[in-house]
């Protein structure tokens, strides 16, 4: 695993948040960029190492919502990143100057800066939210499309909208550059399926806009790809109907949540198979969370971690003079062994629900 060190030039007095970093730029970035932001102060006030996967895991975020902070606190000058091969070997936080950047400075357009950005996980920089008052929000809302836009977004949601809903659906609206077709589709959509919440709704809105989606039928082109991944991990179960809603929790969960790759989720269905000889999501989901403990996202490395199990250890003896009792040696099927261990994790945490 790669361990990132953090370091810097200006002493920090424990975790101590500049007062310039909540006059000039805590309230125009977003929650999970100040949360990574507050965790390296609280990271370098202890020399202590980390990696991407053990910040994602620890602040509930994915490993692409980290790299997103990152990158947007390395363009707002507060940080530096030392890469090495592609690998972030440091970062380095900066004094935090008195005033911040313009809003409305422009990207860095050399080919040192592009190829910089895309190797941070290839996240880019996406638009900052603010946070408005509640008189100012009463203002936008004399926008007659955004005062349609609130209407239909309460009736989807069945109850007032807060002054932090709207802030989000503004962020949408304005920051976002979404239509409001493209808001009330997604709207529509995350009800739908269950989720009511705004936080959520903004997250598949990023998620959107990174890839570029501008219209409602690029959307639900996109959804439609997106539920061909269920049916994928279906197909690797040997199941060839519909998901079940809890079903189609577990892969939401796993997709979505974990940020897993399909090809990783598949390798833990082909698993399970293998083990119990049957389709169990939640078997599958008890590989999947020691692949998350053990910081595997990649097959490859799925493989490498059960080979490295099988390798055989040696021991030398430290007193040649020492006789030597000649044992035959036992051959292990570590496969069966780490299928015996899932399986009583699996059998316990049936018994615990």
Known sequence: MNYIKVVTTYPTGGTLLPNAFVDHYMIRANGEYIKVYIYLLRMVSEGANFSIPCLADVLELTERDVARALKYWEKESLLKISQNHGEIQSIELLP??????PVLETEDSSPASSAEESSISGAEAIPAMKTLSPSELQKKSEDERFSYLL???EMFIGKPLTCSDMNILLYLYEDLSMSCELIEYLV????SNGKKSFRYMQTVAINWYEENI????EAKA???NFKKEYYSIMRAFGLNQNPAPIQEQYMKQWLEKDAFDLSLIIEACNRTINAINKPSFPYADTILKQWKDNHIRTV??????????KSPKTFMNANASQPVHNFKQ?????????EQLLKKQFSDE???N
């Open 151 to 153: 209407y239909v977004c």
């Open 96 to 101: 935090v100057p008195g005033h911040a950047k």
């Open 330 to 338: 036992r051959d292990y099927d570590f496969d069966a062994l780490e």
């Open 300 to 309: 490859e490395q799925a493989k490498s971690f059960y080979q490295r199990q």
């Open 222 to 224: 996109h959804s439609k």
């Open 214 to 217: 501008t219209t409602v039928d």
């Open 350 to 352: 049936i018994r615990e």
């Open 188 to 191: 529509e959509h995350c009800v």
